[in-house]
């Protein structure tokens, strides 16, 4: 995705009540929930394809990666989403 597409979906709506904020807000919880969905289902397709070839299902230096990225966005909070994130899609370690 684009940066210029992101940001068109990105962008926060005008709200002119607190009813029309609440609406915005659970339709930008809907969408977050399903990005969260497709993220896990790649999560798991790169963790097999990566356990396919014999490396391990985790690589810690790409998570670093995602965890800065996270961070350099939201700042410390971004560290907790990001760390939520990992480990939902991590699945079962056993």
Do not use: K
């Not at 597409?5 to 807000?25: F, H, K, M, Q, Y």
């Not at 929930?33 to 790409?62: C, F, K, M, N, T």
Request: proline share 3%.
């Amino acid at each position: 995705m684009t940066r210029e597409a992101l940001n068109s979906v990105t962008s926060a709506p005008t709200i002119s009540s607190i009813e029309d904020g609440r609406t915005a807000i659970d339709e930008i919880d809907t969408q977050l929930r399903a990005l969260v969905g497709a993220r896990l289902d790649v999560s798991r397709q790169i963790q097999a394809l990566r356990s396919a070839d014999g490396g391990p299902r985790i690589e810690h230096s790409r998570e670093n990666e995602i965890i800065a990225a996270w961070s350099g966005e939201l700042g410390p909070r971004g560290v907790e989403i990001a760390l939520s994130i990992l480990t939902l899609c991590r699945g079962s370690l056993t």
